[in-house]
C-alpha cells in the first residue's frame, strides 16, 4: 500500500499559478489511480481531478477545467497538479488520493491519502 505526502501549496494572488506535488511510497504507484479533492472551510472535500494509472485518461470537475492540469510521473512515484489562473473561491486544502486500478469522481471510492497542503488565494 501507497502512502501519499503533498507539498506545494501557499499564498499567491489571483490569477497566478501553483504546482502541487503527491509523492508516493511504496513499488506499486502505477497500479493506483490518482485524485486530487479540495476541501474549504466550512465545505465538504470535493472532487478536483484524477488521471488513470499510465496518466493518459484524465478527468476534471467543471470548476477548474481549462485551469488546472493533472499529470503523474511513474518513474517518480509522483502525480502532480498543475493550477492556472487561480481564482480566490480555489481557496482549500487540497488533498492528494490513490485508489487501486480505475479513476473515479467519488471521494469515498478512495481509501488512501496524504495529509494535505493548503493553497491560499488573494484577491
Known amino acids: 500500500q501507497v502512502q501519499l505526502v503533498e507539498s506545494g501549496g501557499g499564498l499567491v494572488q489571483a490569477g497566478g499559478s501553483l504546482r502541487l506535488s503527491c509523492a508516493a511510497s511504496g513499488s506499486t504507484f502505477s497500479s493506483y489511480a490518482m485524485g486530487w479533492f479540495r476541501q474549504a472551510p466550512g465545505k465538504e472535500r470535493e472532487f478536483v481531478a484524477t488521471v488513470n494509472r499510465s496518466g493518459g485518461i484524465t478527468v476534471y470537475a467543471d470548476s477548474v477545467k481549462g485551469r488546472f492540469t493533472i499529470s503523474r510521473d511513474n518513474a517518480k512515484n509522483t502525480v502532480y497538479l498543475q493550477m492556472n489562473s487561480l481564482k480566490p473561491e480555489d481557496t482549500a486544502v487540497y488533498y492528494c488520493?490513490?485508489?487501486?486500478?480505475?479513476?473515479?469522481?467519488?471521494?469515498?471510492?478512495?481509501?488512501?491519502w496524504g495529509q494535505g497542503t493548503q493553497v491560499t488565494v488573494s484577491s
Open positions: 488520493a490513490a485508489k487501486f486500478l480505475t479513476i473515479s469522481r467519488s471521494r469515498s471510492d478512495y481509501n488512501i
